[in-house]
């Protein structure tokens, strides 16, 4: 659906050259959810923006739908932009529009008549749940809402791509798992591709197929959104992972609260895939002649099944602490000695 | 009401008030139609100003110069030489250098330039963000102009307008010196010049209404306009 190859963009500033995206080469399929995941001043932003040739490369191509947008005369790279729906962190939203009026602004754009637009408009104003919010002004909106109009407007030439730049940046959590599941379902129902670029793991995790890691212009480590938080490469990579799979609590300071207290071992479990729902605990229990104190835990669900650490205190002979550590690893659950032996 | 006309003998005796509704027309028509003009030309060029500067859409080094060059020497030249200097100017336009009409190029060269860069502020305040979402959705350039840049800009353009209208309506004061008449001509000629204060009196309590209702007009509309 989207081909990236040897793109690059250059920015001539007063301090000289800036390599904002730095030879990128990338494939997104057809009704995938693509997230690109960096720190600031990545090059994400940039990267989005030359998909719609917002910003023109400087070098290398973009493909989009078998088009290659850098070759397009003006007018056909405005009706490919019509095609490609965009959303952003900030919403921008026209404030002098009321929600109907914003959502038919690429309608009237692409000549869409009057009554077809009314239509259109009241079809996308309920597939985001703005049922009654129709004649507000932006300003009469919580950010959240905002947030749909902007959904709604990038929907509505029924494009076959939706960029989202930073757009749950600036929700609150509650409101961005919303707008996750509004952007997920989406996905599901009208198969759009959708481009997403973020700094938080979450929004990866809960909604992407696939993920690319950018640091510095360059797409460090990409990837299953699964394989990747199972075997993150890249040091910034394990960072972004911390993020979702680790206890708010650090290893240390797990090993200060009970490594002096009489637990021979403390076992990090990882899992990955469908193993989670396992009940690997009642076995070791029932199987070994060991207790068992789960210390702390956090699973998240991933569009490609759950993800997640277990820390659990082991006590009993060496053997069979030997035996429980090879019984998990046939269970597909990766096991790593936090403290003990 | 006879009363009141007692009154008025009595505080204004020597208002001649068939001169003075005359007088209070001429300004009027000088204001109205040299606004209308303004409006015309100081949006083009504030729009000019705006467009062609850096990163903006018809990004344009040389037109954006001069423009700029044009807007500010006009802008600093006081009115009452300007008036002067284009005398020249509106005999070719107007075709004669007396009445009312006489005034209007000289007062639209002068507020138009003044207006251009109001203009050109309340484009810049336009969040950018928005036109970038507009392009986004694969918008013409005409298309982000006239449903985007002005209506999102409509309360900064009006307020704009309600500050050149009054100007506009002082320089009038000053069209008194090439003969084009008004409020300003009156109280300079029949009150100043022979001592007739009430005259003078009168014809600056008639700016002032003028001012204050356009004031409030202007603010009425902003208001109305502005959804932010
Ligand atoms: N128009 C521009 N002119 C010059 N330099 C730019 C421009 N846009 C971006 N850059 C530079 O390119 C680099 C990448 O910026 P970009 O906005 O793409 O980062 P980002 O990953 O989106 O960061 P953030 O998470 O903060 O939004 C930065 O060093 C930035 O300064
Ligand atoms: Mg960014």
């Known amino acids: 659906m989207i081909n990236l190859s040897k793109l690059s963009k250059v920015f001539n500033t007063k301090d000289g050259k800036v390599t904002a995206v730095d030879n990128i080469d990338l494939t997104i399929d057809e009704g995938e959810i693509f997230g690109i995941i960096g720190y600031s001043g990545a090059g994400k932003s940039t990267l989005i923006r030359l998909l719609n040739m917002l910003e023109s490369p400087s070098e290398g191509s973009v493909t989009i739908a078998g088009k290659k947008m850098e070759d397009l005369s003006k007018r056909e790279l405005r009706e490919a932009r019509q095609e490609i729906g965009m959303i952003f962190q900030h919403f921008n939203l026209l404030w002098s529009r009321t929600v109907k009026d914003n959502i038919a602004f690429p309608l009237e754009i692409k000549g869409v008549p009057k009554e077809e637009r009314d239509k259109r408009v009241n079809e996308l104003i309920r597939l985001v749940g703005l049922e009654g919010r129709g004649g507000s002004y932006p300003s009469q909106l919580s950010g959240g809402q905002k947030q749909r109009v902007g959904i709604a407007r990038a929907l509505a030439n029924n494009p076959k791509v939706l960029l989202c730049d930073e757009a749950t940046s600036a929700l609150d959590p509650k409101t961005t798992d919303s707008i996750l599941d509004l952007l997920t379902d989406i996905n599901k129902n009208l198969g759009l591709t959708i481009v997403l670029i973020t700094h938080e793991m979450h929004v990866i995790r809960k909604i992407c197929h696939r993920v690319a890691v950018m640091e510095q212009g360059r797409v460090v480590e990409q990837g299953n959104v699964l394989d990747v938080f199972k075997r993150p490469k890249e040091d910034m990579t394990k960072e972004f992972v911390k993020q979702v799979t680790e206890p708010e609590e650090t290893e240390e300071t797990l090993k200060d609260l009970f490594g002096e207290e009489g637990i021979g071992h403390i076992l990090q479990l990882t899992f990955v895939g469908g193993d989670a729902k396992k009940p690997l605990i009642n076995n070791i229990v029932r199987s070994f002649d060991v207790t068992v104190n789960i210390l702390q835990g956090k699973i998240s669900q991933t569009q490609n099944g759950p993800y997640g650490s277990l820390f659990i205190g082991v006590d009993g002979e060496a053997s069979e602490i030997n035996r429980v550590k090879d019984y998990i690893r046939e269970q597909q659950v990766e096991v790593e000695v936090i403290h003990g032996e | ?228």
């Open chain 2, 1 to 228: 009401m006879s009363k009141l006309i007692a009154g008025n003998i009595l505080l204004f005796p020597n208002v001649n008030w068939e001169n003075m509704w005359e007088a209070t027309q001429e300004t009027l028509y000088m204001s109205v139609v040299a606004l209308l003009f303004t409006f015309l030309f100081g949006l083009l060029l504030g729009l000019l100003l705006f467009l062609t500067d850096r990163g903006n859409l018809w990004e344009n080094r040389i037109i954006q110069g001069v423009t700029a060059a044009y807007v500010n020497v006009f802008r600093s030249i006081p009115f009452i030489i300007l008036i002067v200097l284009l005398i020249p100017f509106t005999r070719i336009v107007v075709g004669t250098m007396l009445g009312p009409s006489a005034a209007l190029p000289a007062l639209i060269i002068g507020a138009a330039p003044f207006y251009a860069r109001m203009v050109e502020i309340a484009l810049r305040e336009i969040d950018k963000g928005v036109i970038e979402a507009s392009k986004s959705m694969g918008a013409s350039n005409s298309q982000i102009i006239f449903k985007v840049l002005l209506p999102e800009s409509m309360p900064a353009l009006v307020s704009g307008l309600t500050v050149t209208a009054i100007a506009l309506v002082s320089y009038t004061a000053m069209a008194g010196v090439i003969g084009a008449g008004g409020l300003g001509d009156l109280a300079y000629r029949d009150g100043f010049q022979r001592r007739n204060t009430d005259i003078t009196l009168m014809a600056t309590l008639i700016v002032l209404v003028i001012v204050f209702i356009l004031q409030f007009i202007g603010d009425r509309l902003t208001n109305r306009l502005d959804k932010r």
